[in-house]
Protein backbone atom coordinates (compact mmCIF):
# COMPACT_ATOMS: atom_id res chain seq x y z
CA UNK A 1 0.00 0.00 0.00
CA UNK A 2 1.61 3.30 -0.91
CA UNK A 3 0.22 6.47 -0.27
CA UNK A 4 0.56 10.21 -2.10
CA UNK A 5 2.90 12.45 0.36
CA UNK A 6 0.43 15.10 -0.07
CA UNK A 7 -2.32 13.05 2.41
CA UNK A 8 0.53 13.68 5.19
CA UNK A 9 0.59 17.24 4.64
CA UNK A 10 -1.12 18.10 7.45
CA UNK A 11 1.87 16.79 9.79
CA UNK A 12 4.41 19.98 8.03
CA UNK A 13 2.59 22.75 10.46
CA UNK A 14 4.33 22.80 13.97
CA UNK A 15 4.53 20.24 16.10
CA UNK A 16 1.50 21.11 18.03
CA UNK A 17 -0.27 21.02 14.86
CA UNK A 18 0.81 17.75 14.00
CA UNK A 19 -0.46 16.22 17.12
CA UNK A 20 -3.53 17.63 17.41
CA UNK A 21 -4.28 16.95 13.55
CA UNK A 22 -3.03 12.92 13.88
CA UNK A 23 -5.87 12.60 16.71
CA UNK A 24 -8.99 9.98 14.83
CA UNK A 25 -6.42 9.24 12.27
CA UNK A 26 -6.12 5.58 11.83
CA UNK A 27 -2.64 3.63 11.32
CA UNK A 28 -2.63 0.49 9.48
CA UNK A 29 -0.30 -2.51 9.92
CA UNK A 30 1.08 -5.43 8.32
CA UNK A 31 4.44 -6.13 10.82
CA UNK A 32 4.97 -9.56 10.67
CA UNK A 33 2.21 -10.74 8.02
CA UNK A 34 -0.63 -9.60 10.94
CA UNK A 35 -2.81 -6.95 10.08
CA UNK A 36 -4.11 -4.68 12.59
CA UNK A 37 -5.20 -1.27 12.65
CA UNK A 38 -6.06 1.35 14.87
CA UNK A 39 -7.00 4.97 15.87
CA UNK A 40 -4.95 7.52 17.51
CA UNK A 41 -6.37 9.28 20.80
CA UNK A 42 -3.98 10.79 22.32
CA UNK A 43 -0.19 12.55 21.32
CA UNK A 44 2.23 14.60 22.69
CA UNK A 45 4.38 17.69 20.96
CA UNK A 46 8.23 18.13 20.89
CA UNK A 47 10.36 20.35 18.91
CA UNK A 48 13.91 21.61 19.11
CA UNK A 49 13.04 24.57 20.95
CA UNK A 50 11.41 22.57 23.79
CA UNK A 51 14.03 21.45 26.33
CA UNK A 52 11.60 18.02 27.03
CA UNK A 53 12.32 16.98 23.33
CA UNK A 54 14.55 14.95 22.15
CA UNK A 55 15.98 17.50 19.72
CA UNK A 56 17.00 19.88 21.87
CA UNK A 57 20.64 19.65 21.56
CA UNK A 58 21.24 19.50 18.02
CA UNK A 59 21.02 16.95 15.52
CA UNK A 60 22.77 13.54 16.48
CA UNK A 61 22.79 10.25 15.36
CA UNK A 62 20.15 8.93 17.56
CA UNK A 63 17.33 11.44 16.97
CA UNK A 64 18.37 11.86 13.03
CA UNK A 65 14.83 11.00 12.04
CA UNK A 66 13.66 13.69 13.96
CA UNK A 67 15.14 16.27 11.81
CA UNK A 68 13.74 14.66 8.46
CA UNK A 69 10.43 15.71 6.22
CA UNK A 70 7.35 15.39 7.88
CA UNK A 71 5.52 12.19 7.74
CA UNK A 72 8.18 9.63 9.12
CA UNK A 73 9.31 7.45 12.18
CA UNK A 74 11.14 8.46 14.97
CA UNK A 75 11.47 5.54 17.08
CA UNK A 76 13.52 5.40 20.20
CA UNK A 77 13.44 2.82 23.64
CA UNK A 78 12.43 4.06 27.01
CA UNK A 79 14.02 2.40 30.28
CA UNK A 80 16.08 -0.23 27.68
CA UNK A 81 13.13 -1.94 27.39
CA UNK A 82 10.26 -0.25 25.51
CA UNK A 83 9.73 1.16 22.44
CA UNK A 84 8.36 4.09 21.91
CA UNK A 85 6.67 6.08 18.42
CA UNK A 86 6.76 9.37 17.09
CA UNK A 87 6.23 11.01 13.84
CA UNK A 88 7.74 13.34 12.35
CA UNK A 89 6.63 16.86 11.61
CA UNK A 90 7.31 20.07 10.29
CA UNK A 91 10.11 21.33 7.74
CA UNK A 92 13.17 19.35 7.05
CA UNK A 93 15.96 20.47 9.52
CA UNK A 94 14.03 21.47 11.97
CA UNK A 95 13.74 18.48 14.74
CA UNK A 96 9.89 18.03 15.96
CA UNK A 97 7.18 15.53 16.49
CA UNK A 98 4.41 13.82 17.81
CA UNK A 99 4.47 11.36 20.39
CA UNK A 100 1.90 8.49 19.83
CA UNK A 101 0.73 8.42 23.15
CA UNK A 102 -2.44 5.99 22.95
CA UNK A 103 -4.56 4.10 20.19
CA UNK A 104 -7.88 2.85 20.46
CA UNK A 105 -7.90 -0.76 18.31
CA UNK A 106 -10.62 -1.13 15.24
CA UNK A 107 -9.14 -4.37 13.23
CA UNK A 108 -7.17 -7.34 14.11
CA UNK A 109 -7.78 -7.04 17.91
CA UNK A 110 -6.63 -10.69 18.30
CA UNK A 111 -2.69 -9.80 16.65
CA UNK A 112 -3.18 -7.29 19.50
CA UNK A 113 -4.08 -9.39 22.00
CA UNK A 114 -1.91 -12.00 21.32
CA UNK A 115 1.59 -9.84 21.50
CA UNK A 116 0.35 -8.11 24.82
CA UNK A 117 -1.88 -10.61 26.74
CA UNK A 118 -3.84 -8.12 28.10
CA UNK A 119 -7.48 -6.59 27.29
CA UNK A 120 -9.58 -3.83 27.22
CA UNK A 121 -7.98 -0.45 27.88
CA UNK A 122 -4.94 -1.81 28.93
CA UNK A 123 -3.95 -3.60 25.12
CA UNK A 124 -2.75 -0.04 23.99
CA UNK A 125 -3.47 2.81 26.49
CA UNK A 126 0.36 3.65 26.57
CA UNK A 127 2.77 4.40 23.99
CA UNK A 128 4.81 1.32 25.17
CA UNK A 129 2.00 -0.69 25.14
CA UNK A 130 0.32 -0.11 21.66
CA UNK A 131 3.93 -0.10 20.35
CA UNK A 132 4.31 -3.53 21.24
CA UNK A 133 0.49 -4.26 20.31
CA UNK A 134 1.11 -3.32 16.58
CA UNK A 135 4.91 -5.11 16.85
CA UNK A 136 6.47 -1.61 16.40
CA UNK A 137 10.41 -1.64 17.01
CA UNK A 138 13.83 -0.26 16.18
CA UNK A 139 13.43 -1.82 12.56
CA UNK A 140 11.04 0.82 11.69
CA UNK A 141 12.86 3.42 12.84
CA UNK A 142 12.77 6.09 9.59
CA UNK A 143 10.29 4.42 8.17
CA UNK A 144 7.95 6.49 5.76
CA UNK A 145 4.38 6.19 6.86
CA UNK A 146 2.74 6.58 3.42
CA UNK A 147 3.95 2.76 2.42
CA UNK A 148 3.52 -0.81 3.89
CA UNK A 149 4.13 -2.28 6.43
CA UNK A 150 2.95 0.84 8.70
CA UNK A 151 0.61 3.70 6.80
CA UNK A 152 -1.12 6.16 8.27
CA UNK A 153 -4.26 7.66 6.94
CA UNK A 154 -5.84 11.12 7.75
CA UNK A 155 -9.33 10.87 9.32
CA UNK A 156 -11.19 13.58 11.04
CA UNK A 157 -12.86 13.31 14.37
CA UNK A 158 -15.71 11.91 15.18
CA UNK A 159 -19.33 13.61 15.17
CA UNK A 160 -19.46 15.12 18.84
CA UNK A 161 -15.79 14.19 19.83
CA UNK A 162 -13.86 17.38 21.28
CA UNK A 163 -9.84 17.58 21.92
CA UNK A 164 -8.51 18.61 25.47
CA UNK A 165 -4.58 19.94 26.12
CA UNK A 166 -2.75 19.48 28.83
CA UNK A 167 0.71 18.97 30.37
CA UNK A 168 2.85 16.64 29.55
CA UNK A 169 3.28 12.87 31.04
CA UNK A 170 6.75 11.68 32.36
CA UNK A 171 8.72 14.61 31.88
CA UNK A 172 11.13 17.12 34.37
CA UNK A 173 11.12 19.79 31.87
CA UNK A 174 8.81 22.27 30.41
CA UNK A 175 6.11 20.85 32.65
CA UNK A 176 3.52 23.60 32.59
CA UNK A 177 3.41 23.28 28.68
CA UNK A 178 0.19 22.12 27.68
CA UNK A 179 1.72 19.74 24.88
CA UNK A 180 -0.42 16.82 25.21
CA UNK A 181 -3.73 16.38 23.57
CA UNK A 182 -6.23 13.74 24.02
CA UNK A 183 -9.89 12.88 22.69
CA UNK A 184 -11.72 13.76 25.34
CA UNK A 185 -13.30 10.99 26.78
CA UNK A 186 -11.63 8.25 25.08
CA UNK A 187 -10.94 5.36 27.13
CA UNK A 188 -8.03 4.36 25.54
CA UNK A 189 -6.28 7.48 26.65
CA UNK A 190 -3.25 7.10 28.99
CA UNK A 191 -3.79 7.21 32.97
CA UNK A 192 -2.46 10.67 33.66
CA UNK A 193 -1.88 11.85 36.95
CA UNK A 194 -4.89 13.87 38.82
CA UNK A 195 -1.81 17.10 38.66
CA UNK A 196 -2.47 16.64 34.95
CA UNK A 197 -5.82 16.31 34.45
CA UNK A 198 -6.46 19.49 36.69
CA UNK A 199 -4.79 21.24 34.65
CA UNK A 200 -6.13 20.44 30.85
CA UNK A 201 -8.95 22.64 28.72
CA UNK A 202 -11.04 22.24 26.04
CA UNK A 203 -9.07 22.98 22.55
CA UNK A 204 -12.64 22.27 20.10
Do not use: W
Not at 3 to 12: G, I, K, Q, V
Not at 43 to 54: L, R, V, W
Not at 96 to 115: F, M, T, Y
Not at 138 to 164: C, K, N, Q, W
Amino acid sequence: MQLARSDLAFLEGSADEAAQGLLGCVLSSDIGGFHTSVRIVETEAYDQDDPASHAFHGLSRRNRALFGPAGHAYIYVSHGIYHCCNITAGVEGYGAGALIRAVEPIDGIDVLQSRRAKNAVELTNGPAKLCQALGIDMSLYGHDFTSSPLVLRYAALRRGERIVRTPRVGITKATERLRRFVIANNPYVSKAPRSIRNRSEFLL
